[in-house]
């Protein structure tokens, strides 16, 4: 994947605005068919393009001497200046992920225009190279967000790459389909399409619990046959029932049998002495964390690396009083030390050995308990998930079924914590 060359602060040269307002002027008027069929002629055949101007402005563009590090800003923003038109329509949403196929689209081999041949074979390279940035990536995610919104899946096929279920997990959104150069209209529809997906979820979640609450009632009220004429309502989770009511009990905000995660946190954030050091601070949230972890695990090498990281960072403002800033800094700090280090080539052996220790429910709560206590690192946290979930992207899904798992999880904990989702009136003792 390509990193080179930052966007930020980069001016669009006059080449590239007369190339934007030619695509916005002719996606204002013009079919979804009609612009994708100029798409493909204008940048992944490079030749037949009715404008000439539009050809000779590409061609100045080309010979730019850095051409080849900035074009992935110039050709996603082309891609967004079709895909923003289309996504506030949603009978037009089918396009998108046809023009983002299109770009895997081999061209044909044959050059017709002799005097353009050493554009259009640069235009096709670099074109090649574009699969492989960043920019690429994000609208292939894109493309999969709305085609899974469109087929309503739910089920996934294990043979599949992780990829494919990107649509599952909402709070990866942003940090999945934005790049550095996206626009503010791209980034505003990233952000209703997730507003959209958690509603739709915790909607569907809560669907489905009193649908099997209502089954459960009636068989034990010996109404078999009522039970079974029930509308079936599909488990909107990649869990089990088994797993999905664990689920559910584990992170739900009141808990029949005892203190839930938000009673412990609320209950740390109380009794944290006001005014403490860091220092003070640090060592009661050594205490909080390890409370949670079986100590058969917990007492062994994880007591003393978590001992170690915690201890160790930011050393030099022991003394001071505890803040806000140093409280984000340091639970943001454990997200790098229990789930992945960004800044450590991704490095994530520790989260590892906490799945396959733990498991992914406990696991999850763990991490949920740290976000509890500082609300403030949400993003931070869903940030190394996202980048999990990027480096085992091509994989097929039931090789990462750990993380899979674990996505499920944080899903139901994300809901049940800072939703909209509710279980309180669902009678969970029924289930």
Not at 17 to 27: E, P
Not at 71 to 95: E, K
Request: glycine share 4%; aromatic share 10%.
């Amino acid at each position: 994947m390509k990193t080179n060359t930052s966007y930020n602060h980069r001016a669009t040269t006059p080449d590239e605005q007369r190339l934007y307002n030619h695509l916005l002027a002719c996606a204002a008027v013009e079919s979804p068919e009609i612009m994708i069929e100029r798409f493909q002629s204008l940048f992944l055949h490079g030749f037949g393009y009715p404008d000439r101007e539009v050809i000779l402005t590409l061609d100045q563009l080309l010979t730019s001497p850095d051409i080849d590090e900035y074009f992935r800003f110039i050709m996603n923003r082309c891609c967004h200046i079709l895909i923003n038109r289309w996504q506030t329509n949603a009978q037009l949403q089918s396009a998108i992920p046809v023009l983002v196929n299109l770009l895997e689209t081999p061209p044909p081999n044959r050059i017709p225009e002799l005097s353009r041949s050493r554009h259009i074979r640069h235009l096709r390279q670099i074109n090649k190279d574009f699969l492989h940035t960043e920019q690429y990536l994000a609208l292939k995610r894109l493309a999969r967000v709305i085609e899974a919104r469109q087929t309503n899946r739910v089920k996934r096929d294990d043979s599949l790459p992780l990829g494919s279920l990107i649509n599952r997990y909402p709070y990866l959104y942003e940090h999945c389909l934005v790049t550095e150069d996206s626009d503010l209209q791209h980034q505003q529809h990233v952000r209703t399409m997730q507003a959209e997906a958690q509603h739709k979820f915790e909607v569907d979640l809560s669907h489905y619990i009193t649908y099997r609450i209502r089954q459960v009632r009636l068989h034990r009220q010996g109404q078999g046959d009522a039970a079974n004429n029930l509308r079936v309502i599909t488990n909107p989770t990649l869990l089990d029932d088994r797993e999905l009511l664990s689920s559910l009990k584990q992170f739900a905000r009141r808990r029949d049998n005892g203190p839930s995660y938000r009673d412990g946190a609320q209950r740390f954030l109380l009794t944290h002495s006001q005014g403490a050091s860091f220092r003070e601070f640090k060592e009661d949230l050594f205490d909080y964390i390890l409370a949670d972890v079986d100590p058969s695990y917990g007492q062994r090498q994880f007591k003393t690396m978590l001992q170690d990281h915690l201890f160790t960072t930011f050393a030099d403002s022991d003394h001071k009083p505890v803040d806000d800033f140093l409280t984000v800094r340091t639970c943001s700090s454990l997200f790098n030390f229990l789930v992945v280090d960004p800044s450590a080539g991704r490095q994530h052996y520790v989260f590892l050995d906490l799945i396959n220790n733990l498991g992914p429910l406990h696991t999850t709560g763990l991490l949920l308990r740290i976000l509890l206590i500082c609300q403030k690192v949400r993003p931070f946290l869903e940030r190394r998930f996202s980048i999990l979930f990027n480096h085992y992207e091509t994989a097929s899904s039931n090789t990462v079924a750990w993380l899979v798992s674990v996505l499920e999880n944080i899903n139901i904990a994300l809901s049940l914590n800072f939703g909209t989702l509710d279980l309180s009136h669902t009678g969970r003792r029924s289930a």
